[in-house]
């Protein structure tokens, strides 16, 4: 299979799209117009890769996990390290280039939706780096179980704006700020955090986040001798997934994206859209989700704030459909049982959100012999929500 890329209004294959009110297309029009202007300008990549490389911290290490690998008995576990990047996730590689085209539009505010709180710290990081006033919007529910990030993002200077609309989290908050958004698009720029929402999102996100793949394909070649036979990512929205995927699209890999199956698809309890969902529109989008026949957007669940989205990025929806990744489910249990493993066999504390490709990646260890998990942020954000979860298990 090719590389994708959208067609001129913004459709892989038939998802995508730009189903937007009418106030907010003029704004979307600039902003492609401004990243196409930009994405042929020299300059703008060598400020983007020079702020990677000495703020951000990249590249990030490809680690081979040998004692994982050991207590797993099967494949070569290996790890793109994320979570070793400023403010702890791989966020920070899309809000330092969308701030970055903020400036080159002369916004002076940047504005975005968070669930796990990464992408609301990595936004309020650059916005002071650069001089942005910005306005965080995060679900009240993310807020009380994302206290460590929610001080974070006080400390960068940012106003955090309590979303207590619908369950109070990720959906909720990306409504709100996309109502927010249309009031202010004069002077605002609007920092989307994953592959979904209106074209040109999907794209935009995905091209700042693809140098994790581009990396990625170069390390392990060059330390193990050959390439992955298996990737494995989490997909909530998509973004650290399409960020690894991308490189090896045209590449004889098995690409897996994992979604979180909550208490079990069975239940309803879950985030699955993919595996469980309808074609629908929503935040902009035409892509897979979780909906009742009449077109209502049910709430999705998961212990990790960063995957109980109802929805999914559009290309991840067309590579579904293509067969060309497959998207497997895990449950909170499992990727409970992965974060501890992590923990205890290599010292590395992951995200709940990595915890569910890792779950995936030890099932999948039993089938190939070599096998590259997108480790896409730390855990320090989710050590109180784990302690209180293995707690309620006693």
């Known amino acids: 299979m090719k590389t994708t890329h959208p067609d001129i209004n913004g459709y892989f294959g038939e998802f995508g799209g730009m189903y937007v009110g009418e106030i907010l297309v003029s704004p979307l029009i600039d902003l492609q117009n401004a990243m196409k202007t930009a994405f042929a300008d020299a300059d703008f990549w060598n400020e983007y890769r020079e702020l990677l490389q000495n703020y951000v911290g990249r590249q990030t290490p490809c680690y081979y996990a040998k004692r994982l690998t050991k207590h797993l008995g099967g494949a070569e576990i290996w790890l793109k390290r994320e979570d070793l990047t400023h403010t702890g996730a791989h966020k920070i590689n899309n809000t330092v280039g969308q701030a970055l085209l903020a400036k080159r539009m002369g916004k002076r505010r940047l504005i975005a939706e968070t669930g796990a709180g990464q992408h609301g710290v990595a936004t309020a990081t650059v916005a002071a780096l650069l001089g942005f006033e910005c306005r965080i919007f995060m679900g009240a529910c993310d807020i009380r179980r994302q206290q460590p990030n929610v001080l974070r993002m006080n400390l960068l200077g940012a106003e955090v704006v309590p979303v207590e609309s619908g369950t109070g989290t990720l959906k909720d908050a990306m409504n709100e700020t996309l109502r927010y958004w249309s009031e202010v698009v004069d002077d605002t720029f609007y920092v989307v955090g994953t592959v979904a929402g209106p074209h040109p999102y999907p794209l935009m996100v995905r091209e700042f986040q693809k140098i994790i793949g581009e990396e990625a394909r170069q390390q392990i070649v060059e330390q193990s001798g050959g390439p992955p036979d298996c990737i494995v990512a989490a997909v909530g929205g998509g973004s650290n997934a399409m960020g690894i995927f991308y490189a090896f699209l045209n590449d004889p890999v098995t690409l897996v994206g994992v979604e979180a199956a909550g208490h079990g ?44 989205y109802p929805g999914v990025g559009p290309e991840h929806a067309m590579l579904h459909k293509s067969g060309r990744v497959r998207y497997e489910p895990i449950t909170d249990g499992e990727a409970l049982d992965a974060f501890r493993t992590l923990c205890r066999f290599e010292g590395i504390i992951p995200a709940l959100e990595s915890s569910h ?38």
């Not at 902009?284 to 209502?296: I, P, R, V, Y």
């Not at 957007?297 to 212990?303: G, Q």
């Not at 490709?357 to 070599?370: D, I, N, P, S, V």
């Open 357 to 394: 490709a890792l779950a995936r990646a030890f099932k999948e260890a039993k089938k190939f012999g070599r096998v590259l998990v997108c480790l896409s942020g730390r855990g320090d954000k989710d050590l109180q929500h784990v302690a209180q979860q293995l707690a309620n298990l006693k």
């Open 265 to 308: 698809l069975e239940t309803g309890e879950h985030a699955a859209s993919l595996n469980c969902g309808t074609l629908g529109v929503l935040h902009g989008a035409k892509s897979m989700l979780l909906q009742d026949k009449h077109g209502q957007v049910h709430e999705a669940y998961s212990i990790s704030a960063g995957l109980d």
